[in-house]
């Protein structure tokens, strides 16, 4: 049904956001963090989202509905975090020889994380993530004045 596929793309994209304010807490959590399991300075992550379903675009999909085909109803579409990666921009150096991770010449390598960046990307996640609850409030409404229609 097509409700049904309606309320699975607008879950996917609601579980996309929400990894990608996970992640983006993580960044900030870390970023002081000198030290890490696999050595080095911790690296800033970023989530990479991928269309579900990208084969048919908006206007074939469009053009199918126009000719009363039901060949997109099976299809859900959406959007999934395919990976997170880190980012391969250089760590920061900071100058503080009584750091215990500094090198022979006094120089600690930082995270390559900046506040303002994780703030405004927290902030269009945020924005993206209210979007979806909008849209499953509006699909809420619609799907409740159908049945209104069948009293």
Request: overall charge negative.
């Amino acid at each position: 049904m097509a409700f049904l596929s309606s309320m699975n793309i607008i879950g996917s994209g609601l579980t996309a956001q929400q990894l990608r304010l996970d992640v983006v807490s993580e960044n900030i959590t870390n970023i002081n963090t000198t030290r890490t399991e696999a050595g080095g300075a911790y690296r800033r992550k970023m989530t990479v989202f991928e269309a579900q379903d990208g084969r048919n675009g908006f206007r074939s999909i469009m053009a199918s509905r126009a000719l009363a085909s039901n060949a997109g109803y099976n299809t859900a579409g959406g959007v999934r975090v395919t990976q997170v990666v880190e980012d391969p921009s250089d760590l920061k150096l900071v100058y503080d020889p009584t750091h215990p991770d500094a090198n022979a010449d006094g120089y600690v390598e930082m995270p390559n994380v900046t506040l303002v960046k994780e703030v405004t990307d927290a902030m269009a996640a945020t924005q993206a993530y209210s979007a979806g609850v909008t849209a499953l409030g509006a699909f809420k409404t619609v799907v409740n004045q159908a049945l209104e229609i069948g009293r």
